[in-house]
Protein backbone atom coordinates (compact mmCIF):
# COMPACT_ATOMS: atom_id res chain seq x y z
CA UNK A 1 0.00 0.00 0.00
CA UNK A 2 2.67 2.91 0.64
CA UNK A 3 4.57 1.73 -2.73
CA UNK A 4 1.17 2.78 -4.40
CA UNK A 5 0.42 5.58 -2.52
CA UNK A 6 4.31 6.85 -3.56
CA UNK A 7 3.13 5.79 -7.22
CA UNK A 8 0.06 7.97 -7.26
CA UNK A 9 1.93 10.70 -5.35
CA UNK A 10 4.55 10.94 -8.02
CA UNK A 11 2.12 10.90 -10.90
CA UNK A 12 -0.08 13.27 -9.50
CA UNK A 13 3.31 15.68 -9.22
CA UNK A 14 4.25 14.69 -12.95
CA UNK A 15 1.03 15.51 -14.00
CA UNK A 16 0.84 18.91 -12.05
CA UNK A 17 4.54 19.69 -13.61
CA UNK A 18 3.04 18.98 -17.22
CA UNK A 19 -0.09 20.86 -16.58
CA UNK A 20 1.97 24.20 -15.16
CA UNK A 21 4.66 23.96 -17.95
CA UNK A 22 2.12 23.65 -20.78
CA UNK A 23 0.20 26.68 -19.49
CA UNK A 24 3.35 28.70 -19.12
CA UNK A 25 4.46 27.90 -22.61
CA UNK A 26 1.60 28.36 -24.60
CA UNK A 27 1.00 31.73 -22.27
CA UNK A 28 4.73 32.81 -23.59
CA UNK A 29 3.70 31.56 -27.59
CA UNK A 30 0.66 34.04 -27.18
CA UNK A 31 2.65 36.83 -25.61
CA UNK A 32 5.25 36.60 -28.47
CA UNK A 33 2.33 36.54 -31.07
CA UNK A 34 0.49 39.26 -29.70
CA UNK A 35 2.00 41.89 -32.40
CA UNK A 36 1.39 39.49 -35.57
CA UNK A 37 -2.42 38.41 -34.01
CA UNK A 38 -2.68 42.11 -33.82
CA UNK A 39 -1.64 42.82 -37.34
CA UNK A 40 -4.10 40.43 -39.48
CA UNK A 41 -2.47 36.80 -38.76
CA UNK A 42 -4.40 34.42 -37.90
CA UNK A 43 -8.21 33.27 -38.53
CA UNK A 44 -10.19 36.11 -36.86
CA UNK A 45 -9.33 38.33 -39.68
CA UNK A 46 -11.85 35.85 -41.66
CA UNK A 47 -14.51 37.18 -39.41
CA UNK A 48 -13.50 40.88 -39.14
CA UNK A 49 -13.55 41.46 -43.09
CA UNK A 50 -17.23 38.62 -43.57
CA UNK A 51 -18.36 41.33 -40.80
CA UNK A 52 -17.07 44.56 -42.63
CA UNK A 53 -18.67 43.49 -46.02
CA UNK A 54 -22.30 43.09 -44.37
CA UNK A 55 -21.95 46.24 -42.97
CA UNK A 56 -20.80 47.89 -46.22
CA UNK A 57 -24.20 46.55 -47.87
CA UNK A 58 -22.54 44.04 -49.81
CA UNK A 59 -23.91 40.37 -48.25
CA UNK A 60 -24.65 39.39 -51.73
CA UNK A 61 -21.04 39.57 -52.56
CA UNK A 62 -19.79 37.92 -49.60
CA UNK A 63 -18.71 34.60 -51.05
CA UNK A 64 -16.50 36.34 -53.72
CA UNK A 65 -13.06 35.61 -53.24
CA UNK A 66 -12.68 38.56 -55.11
CA UNK A 67 -14.81 40.70 -52.77
CA UNK A 68 -12.85 38.94 -49.43
CA UNK A 69 -9.41 39.04 -51.33
CA UNK A 70 -10.26 42.93 -51.85
CA UNK A 71 -11.03 43.37 -48.07
CA UNK A 72 -8.39 41.51 -46.71
CA UNK A 73 -5.22 42.89 -49.04
CA UNK A 74 -5.51 46.40 -46.70
CA UNK A 75 -4.17 44.24 -43.92
CA UNK A 76 0.01 44.23 -43.72
CA UNK A 77 -0.18 40.16 -44.40
CA UNK A 78 1.65 38.46 -46.73
CA UNK A 79 -1.12 38.66 -50.01
CA UNK A 80 -1.46 34.68 -51.43
CA UNK A 81 -3.15 33.53 -54.57
CA UNK A 82 -6.43 33.21 -52.78
CA UNK A 83 -7.23 34.54 -49.33
CA UNK A 84 -8.01 32.87 -46.20
CA UNK A 85 -12.03 32.27 -46.81
CA UNK A 86 -14.85 32.87 -44.89
CA UNK A 87 -16.89 29.87 -45.49
CA UNK A 88 -19.07 29.40 -42.46
CA UNK A 89 -22.96 30.05 -42.39
CA UNK A 90 -23.81 33.68 -42.98
CA UNK A 91 -26.00 33.89 -39.64
CA UNK A 92 -22.67 33.87 -37.29
CA UNK A 93 -21.34 37.03 -38.65
CA UNK A 94 -24.35 38.68 -36.86
CA UNK A 95 -21.45 38.18 -33.76
CA UNK A 96 -19.62 40.26 -35.04
CA UNK A 97 -20.65 43.47 -36.96
CA UNK A 98 -20.17 45.45 -34.27
CA UNK A 99 -16.50 44.52 -33.41
CA UNK A 100 -16.23 45.19 -37.51
CA UNK A 101 -16.54 49.04 -36.85
CA UNK A 102 -13.54 48.80 -34.23
CA UNK A 103 -9.86 48.93 -35.50
CA UNK A 104 -8.48 45.20 -35.84
CA UNK A 105 -6.39 45.21 -32.92
CA UNK A 106 -9.22 46.83 -30.59
CA UNK A 107 -11.75 43.80 -32.24
CA UNK A 108 -9.51 41.24 -31.92
CA UNK A 109 -8.50 41.94 -28.40
CA UNK A 110 -12.35 42.43 -27.34
CA UNK A 111 -13.10 38.89 -28.94
CA UNK A 112 -10.10 37.42 -26.82
CA UNK A 113 -11.82 38.75 -24.11
CA UNK A 114 -15.12 37.94 -24.68
CA UNK A 115 -13.67 33.87 -25.09
CA UNK A 116 -12.16 34.23 -22.15
CA UNK A 117 -14.98 34.75 -20.36
CA UNK A 118 -16.92 32.40 -22.37
CA UNK A 119 -14.50 30.11 -21.23
CA UNK A 120 -15.20 31.35 -17.30
CA UNK A 121 -18.67 30.66 -17.85
CA UNK A 122 -18.51 27.70 -19.49
CA UNK A 123 -16.20 26.03 -16.05
CA UNK A 124 -19.03 26.97 -14.10
CA UNK A 125 -21.45 25.39 -16.19
CA UNK A 126 -19.45 22.18 -16.09
CA UNK A 127 -17.99 22.14 -12.86
CA UNK A 128 -21.22 21.06 -11.08
CA UNK A 129 -20.83 18.32 -12.31
CA UNK A 130 -17.94 17.30 -11.38
CA UNK A 131 -16.13 16.74 -7.79
CA UNK A 132 -15.18 19.94 -6.53
CA UNK A 133 -11.58 18.63 -5.13
CA UNK A 134 -10.81 18.87 -8.31
CA UNK A 135 -11.98 22.12 -9.78
CA UNK A 136 -8.59 24.15 -9.78
CA UNK A 137 -6.73 21.11 -11.41
CA UNK A 138 -9.62 21.42 -13.86
CA UNK A 139 -9.29 24.93 -14.58
CA UNK A 140 -5.32 24.78 -15.46
CA UNK A 141 -5.64 21.82 -17.67
CA UNK A 142 -8.40 23.55 -19.68
CA UNK A 143 -6.15 26.45 -20.08
CA UNK A 144 -3.35 24.86 -20.76
CA UNK A 145 -4.17 22.03 -22.93
CA UNK A 146 -2.75 23.15 -26.47
CA UNK A 147 -5.92 23.78 -28.54
CA UNK A 148 -7.45 26.28 -26.00
CA UNK A 149 -4.27 28.42 -26.73
CA UNK A 150 -4.63 27.90 -30.09
CA UNK A 151 -8.19 29.35 -30.14
CA UNK A 152 -7.52 32.33 -28.75
CA UNK A 153 -3.93 32.90 -31.12
CA UNK A 154 -6.02 32.10 -34.49
CA UNK A 155 -9.14 34.10 -33.04
CA UNK A 156 -11.04 30.96 -33.85
CA UNK A 157 -14.77 30.29 -32.68
CA UNK A 158 -14.12 27.14 -31.26
CA UNK A 159 -14.51 28.06 -27.79
CA UNK A 160 -18.07 29.09 -28.78
CA UNK A 161 -18.40 25.76 -30.49
CA UNK A 162 -17.60 24.24 -27.38
CA UNK A 163 -20.08 26.13 -24.86
CA UNK A 164 -23.04 25.60 -27.72
CA UNK A 165 -21.91 21.89 -26.83
CA UNK A 166 -22.06 22.10 -22.56
CA UNK A 167 -25.15 23.76 -23.28
CA UNK A 168 -26.77 20.85 -25.17
CA UNK A 169 -24.67 18.59 -22.35
CA UNK A 170 -26.67 20.69 -19.36
CA UNK A 171 -30.15 20.98 -21.13
CA UNK A 172 -29.92 17.16 -21.65
CA UNK A 173 -29.24 16.46 -17.89
CA UNK A 174 -32.21 18.75 -16.90
CA UNK A 175 -34.22 17.28 -19.36
CA UNK A 176 -35.18 20.39 -21.67
CA UNK A 177 -34.98 18.09 -24.58
CA UNK A 178 -36.10 21.42 -26.67
CA UNK A 179 -33.55 23.93 -25.27
CA UNK A 180 -30.95 20.94 -26.62
CA UNK A 181 -31.93 20.74 -29.64
CA UNK A 182 -32.27 25.02 -29.75
CA UNK A 183 -28.45 25.03 -28.52
CA UNK A 184 -27.28 22.42 -31.12
CA UNK A 185 -28.55 24.09 -34.21
CA UNK A 186 -27.30 27.29 -33.71
CA UNK A 187 -23.74 25.68 -33.72
CA UNK A 188 -24.63 24.63 -37.37
CA UNK A 189 -22.14 27.58 -38.83
CA UNK A 190 -19.65 24.52 -38.33
CA UNK A 191 -22.32 21.45 -39.27
CA UNK A 192 -19.27 18.65 -39.14
CA UNK A 193 -19.71 19.25 -34.93
CA UNK A 194 -23.19 19.44 -34.56
CA UNK A 195 -24.80 16.50 -36.98
CA UNK A 196 -23.05 13.69 -35.35
CA UNK A 197 -24.57 14.70 -32.30
CA UNK A 198 -28.36 15.58 -34.27
CA UNK A 199 -27.56 11.29 -35.02
CA UNK A 200 -27.61 10.43 -31.51
CA UNK A 201 -30.94 12.60 -30.69
CA UNK A 202 -32.48 10.10 -33.44
CA UNK A 203 -30.98 7.64 -32.07
CA UNK A 204 -32.29 8.03 -28.67
CA UNK A 205 -36.04 8.98 -30.32
CA UNK A 206 -35.57 12.82 -28.64
CA UNK A 207 -38.06 14.29 -30.81
CA UNK A 208 -38.81 17.01 -28.53
CA UNK A 209 -34.83 18.26 -29.52
CA UNK A 210 -34.76 17.04 -33.07
CA UNK A 211 -37.80 19.07 -33.78
CA UNK A 212 -36.32 22.15 -32.37
CA UNK A 213 -33.10 21.06 -33.96
CA UNK A 214 -34.53 20.97 -37.37
CA UNK A 215 -36.81 24.60 -36.41
CA UNK A 216 -33.81 26.42 -35.31
CA UNK A 217 -32.07 24.89 -38.66
CA UNK A 218 -34.35 26.34 -41.20
CA UNK A 219 -34.28 29.51 -39.45
CA UNK A 220 -31.08 30.04 -39.88
CA UNK A 221 -31.06 28.96 -43.17
CA UNK A 222 -33.60 31.25 -44.25
CA UNK A 223 -31.68 34.42 -42.65
CA UNK A 224 -28.59 33.41 -43.90
CA UNK A 225 -30.36 32.92 -47.49
CA UNK A 226 -31.99 36.16 -47.17
CA UNK A 227 -28.26 38.30 -46.19
CA UNK A 228 -26.19 35.96 -49.29
CA UNK A 229 -29.41 35.27 -51.81
CA UNK A 230 -29.18 32.22 -53.76
CA UNK A 231 -25.99 33.48 -56.16
CA UNK A 232 -24.71 33.78 -52.61
CA UNK A 233 -24.75 29.93 -51.57
CA UNK A 234 -23.58 28.69 -55.16
CA UNK A 235 -20.62 30.95 -54.17
CA UNK A 236 -19.90 29.96 -50.89
CA UNK A 237 -20.32 26.19 -52.75
CA UNK A 238 -17.71 27.15 -54.93
CA UNK A 239 -15.19 28.07 -52.53
CA UNK A 240 -15.77 24.60 -50.44
CA UNK A 241 -15.14 22.96 -53.77
CA UNK A 242 -11.95 24.82 -54.42
CA UNK A 243 -10.40 25.06 -50.99
CA UNK A 244 -8.73 21.88 -51.57
CA UNK A 245 -6.13 23.19 -54.26
CA UNK A 246 -4.62 25.70 -51.58
CA UNK A 247 -2.47 23.89 -48.93
CA UNK A 248 -2.29 27.01 -46.31
CA UNK A 249 -5.72 26.40 -46.28
CA UNK A 250 -6.10 22.31 -46.34
CA UNK A 251 -3.37 20.76 -45.03
CA UNK A 252 -4.66 16.90 -44.32
CA UNK A 253 -1.52 16.00 -42.65
CA UNK A 254 -2.60 18.63 -40.06
CA UNK A 255 -5.83 17.44 -39.08
CA UNK A 256 -5.78 15.63 -35.86
CA UNK A 257 -8.62 13.09 -37.07
CA UNK A 258 -8.94 10.40 -39.14
CA UNK A 259 -8.41 11.51 -42.48
CA UNK A 260 -4.91 13.25 -40.67
CA UNK A 261 -4.06 9.95 -39.88
CA UNK A 262 -4.99 8.33 -42.77
CA UNK A 263 -2.79 10.81 -45.11
CA UNK A 264 0.49 10.46 -42.72
CA UNK A 265 0.06 6.82 -43.50
CA UNK A 266 -0.77 6.51 -46.52
CA UNK A 267 1.37 9.64 -48.44
CA UNK A 268 1.68 9.76 -52.04
CA UNK A 269 -0.50 10.49 -54.91
CA UNK A 270 -0.87 6.81 -55.90
CA UNK A 271 -2.30 6.25 -52.79
CA UNK A 272 -5.05 8.83 -52.83
CA UNK A 273 -8.31 6.70 -53.74
CA UNK A 274 -6.98 4.41 -50.64
CA UNK A 275 -6.60 7.21 -48.17
CA UNK A 276 -10.35 8.36 -48.74
CA UNK A 277 -11.33 4.77 -48.74
CA UNK A 278 -9.72 3.80 -45.15
CA UNK A 279 -11.17 7.36 -43.77
CA UNK A 280 -14.87 6.45 -44.62
CA UNK A 281 -14.77 2.98 -43.57
CA UNK A 282 -13.03 3.82 -40.68
CA UNK A 283 -15.28 6.94 -39.77
CA UNK A 284 -18.52 4.92 -40.87
CA UNK A 285 -17.19 2.48 -37.95
CA UNK A 286 -16.46 4.55 -35.68
CA UNK A 287 -20.13 6.54 -35.69
CA UNK A 288 -21.84 3.39 -36.04
CA UNK A 289 -20.47 2.15 -32.88
CA UNK A 290 -21.10 5.14 -31.16
CA UNK A 291 -24.98 4.94 -31.94
CA UNK A 292 -24.82 1.80 -30.92
CA UNK A 293 -23.83 2.62 -27.46
CA UNK A 294 -26.34 5.15 -27.55
CA UNK A 295 -29.62 2.45 -28.34
CA UNK A 296 -30.67 1.68 -25.15
CA UNK A 297 -32.81 4.00 -22.94
CA UNK A 298 -30.78 4.90 -19.39
CA UNK A 299 -31.19 8.54 -17.13
CA UNK A 300 -29.48 11.80 -17.60
CA UNK A 301 -28.10 11.07 -14.26
CA UNK A 302 -26.61 7.79 -15.19
CA UNK A 303 -22.70 8.17 -15.25
CA UNK A 304 -23.24 6.31 -18.71
CA UNK A 305 -24.99 9.01 -20.30
CA UNK A 306 -21.87 11.04 -19.60
CA UNK A 307 -20.02 9.05 -20.73
CA UNK A 308 -21.70 8.13 -24.29
CA UNK A 309 -22.21 11.92 -24.35
CA UNK A 310 -18.42 12.51 -24.15
CA UNK A 311 -17.70 9.76 -26.54
CA UNK A 312 -20.11 11.43 -29.10
CA UNK A 313 -17.58 14.41 -29.11
CA UNK A 314 -14.43 12.73 -29.52
CA UNK A 315 -16.10 10.48 -32.46
CA UNK A 316 -17.38 14.18 -34.21
CA UNK A 317 -14.18 15.07 -33.96
CA UNK A 318 -12.20 12.27 -35.21
CA UNK A 319 -14.99 11.72 -38.34
CA UNK A 320 -15.15 15.24 -39.52
CA UNK A 321 -13.17 15.82 -42.32
CA UNK A 322 -12.19 19.70 -41.96
CA UNK A 323 -10.18 19.77 -38.41
CA UNK A 324 -7.40 21.61 -37.29
CA UNK A 325 -5.83 22.12 -33.81
CA UNK A 326 -8.17 24.58 -31.99
CA UNK A 327 -11.13 22.57 -32.89
CA UNK A 328 -10.31 19.99 -30.50
CA UNK A 329 -11.21 22.35 -28.05
CA UNK A 330 -14.98 20.41 -27.31
CA UNK A 331 -12.66 17.02 -26.34
CA UNK A 332 -11.89 18.99 -23.31
CA UNK A 333 -15.78 18.78 -21.76
CA UNK A 334 -14.97 14.91 -22.93
CA UNK A 335 -12.03 14.93 -20.95
CA UNK A 336 -13.16 16.74 -17.77
CA UNK A 337 -16.27 13.96 -17.41
CA UNK A 338 -14.04 11.55 -17.86
CA UNK A 339 -11.76 12.63 -15.20
CA UNK A 340 -14.88 12.83 -12.46
CA UNK A 341 -15.89 9.07 -13.75
CA UNK A 342 -12.61 7.94 -13.01
CA UNK A 343 -11.43 9.62 -9.64
CA UNK A 344 -15.08 8.97 -8.06
CA UNK A 345 -13.83 4.64 -8.72
CA UNK A 346 -16.90 3.87 -10.91
CA UNK A 347 -14.39 2.29 -13.39
CA UNK A 348 -15.45 -1.49 -14.45
CA UNK A 349 -11.72 -2.24 -14.51
CA UNK A 350 -8.73 -0.65 -13.21
CA UNK A 351 -7.07 -0.97 -16.46
CA UNK A 352 -9.54 2.01 -17.72
CA UNK A 353 -8.55 3.69 -14.83
CA UNK A 354 -4.31 3.56 -15.93
CA UNK A 355 -5.37 3.68 -19.40
CA UNK A 356 -6.82 7.20 -18.85
CA UNK A 357 -3.94 8.30 -16.77
CA UNK A 358 -2.07 7.58 -19.05
CA UNK A 359 -3.64 9.78 -21.78
CA UNK A 360 -3.40 12.73 -19.75
CA UNK A 361 0.41 12.81 -19.29
CA UNK A 362 0.78 11.96 -23.17
CA UNK A 363 -1.74 15.12 -23.71
CA UNK A 364 -0.13 17.46 -21.62
CA UNK A 365 3.38 16.86 -22.62
CA UNK A 366 4.90 20.37 -22.89
CA UNK A 367 6.42 21.50 -26.24
CA UNK A 368 5.38 18.10 -28.52
CA UNK A 369 2.33 19.60 -29.93
CA UNK A 370 4.13 22.77 -31.17
CA UNK A 371 5.98 20.91 -33.54
CA UNK A 372 3.56 18.52 -34.37
CA UNK A 373 1.62 21.61 -35.72
CA UNK A 374 4.35 21.58 -38.22
CA UNK A 375 2.72 19.84 -40.90
CA UNK A 376 2.43 16.34 -38.59
CA UNK A 377 -0.27 17.40 -36.33
CA UNK A 378 -2.66 14.34 -37.50
CA UNK A 379 -0.70 12.29 -35.35
CA UNK A 380 -2.54 14.08 -32.33
CA UNK A 381 -5.35 11.59 -33.85
CA UNK A 382 -3.85 8.93 -32.08
CA UNK A 383 -4.16 9.58 -28.71
CA UNK A 384 -7.68 10.94 -29.21
CA UNK A 385 -8.51 7.52 -30.80
CA UNK A 386 -7.21 6.05 -27.49
CA UNK A 387 -9.91 8.57 -25.39
CA UNK A 388 -12.45 6.49 -28.42
CA UNK A 389 -11.16 3.20 -27.08
CA UNK A 390 -10.77 3.79 -23.41
CA UNK A 391 -14.89 5.33 -23.69
CA UNK A 392 -15.96 2.68 -25.75
CA UNK A 393 -15.03 0.06 -23.66
CA UNK A 394 -16.00 1.58 -20.54
CA UNK A 395 -19.44 2.18 -21.41
CA UNK A 396 -19.98 -1.62 -23.03
CA UNK A 397 -18.76 -2.99 -19.71
CA UNK A 398 -21.30 -0.58 -17.88
CA UNK A 399 -23.88 -1.33 -20.55
CA UNK A 400 -23.25 -5.22 -20.28
CA UNK A 401 -23.41 -5.19 -16.58
CA UNK A 402 -26.38 -3.68 -16.08
CA UNK A 403 -28.04 -5.74 -18.79
CA UNK A 404 -26.80 -8.95 -16.60
CA UNK A 405 -27.95 -7.50 -13.35
CA UNK A 406 -31.32 -6.97 -15.19
CA UNK A 407 -31.58 -10.10 -16.15
CA UNK A 408 -30.76 -11.35 -12.65
CA UNK A 409 -33.03 -9.45 -10.75
CA UNK A 410 -36.29 -10.29 -13.99
CA UNK A 411 -35.00 -14.18 -13.22
CA UNK A 412 -35.38 -13.97 -9.55
CA UNK A 413 -38.71 -11.96 -9.59
CA UNK A 414 -39.50 -14.75 -12.16
CA UNK A 415 -38.55 -17.21 -9.67
CA UNK A 416 -40.53 -15.77 -6.58
CA UNK A 417 -43.47 -15.73 -9.08
CA UNK A 418 -43.19 -19.25 -10.09
CA UNK A 419 -43.17 -19.79 -6.36
CA UNK A 420 -45.90 -18.19 -5.22
CA UNK A 421 -48.26 -18.35 -7.68
CA UNK A 422 -48.07 -20.84 -10.45
CA UNK A 423 -46.49 -23.48 -8.79
CA UNK A 424 -47.96 -22.83 -4.97
CA UNK A 425 -47.07 -25.34 -1.90
CA UNK A 426 -49.44 -27.45 -0.28
CA UNK A 427 -52.26 -25.63 1.23
CA UNK A 428 -52.27 -25.58 5.30
Known sequence: MPEKNTIAKLYRLTLAAFVAASLIFHLAILSESRKQMGAGYGDFIIFYTGAQIVNDGKAKKLFKI?????????????????????????????????????SYPVA???????????LIIMLRWILPYVDSAHNFFIGAAVLAWFPTMEAFRLGQDSILSTALLLAVFVALKRNRDG??????????????????????????????????????????????????????????????????????????SNMPNIRGLSYLALQGRSFELWRFVVTLIISLALYGLCLYLWRHEFGTRDPVFDLTFSLTIVTTVLISYHLYAHDLFPVALSL????????????????????????????????????????????????????????????YRRKSSATKNGFHRKSNWVQTLTHRVILPGPRK
Request: proline share 6%.
Open 179 to 252: WAGFFLALGLYKPQLVLPMAGAFLVTRRWYALVAFSITGVVLVAMSLAMVGQQGAFDLVSILRFMGEHSFIILP
Open 336 to 395: VLLFNYVCSGSTSHWAISKAYFCLLIILFVPVVPRYLNFKLFGFAASPILLLYTILAVEI
Open 108 to 118: HAIWSGLNLIL
Open 66 to 102: ETQNDYQAKFDVPQLEWPLPFNHAPYELFLFLPLAHL
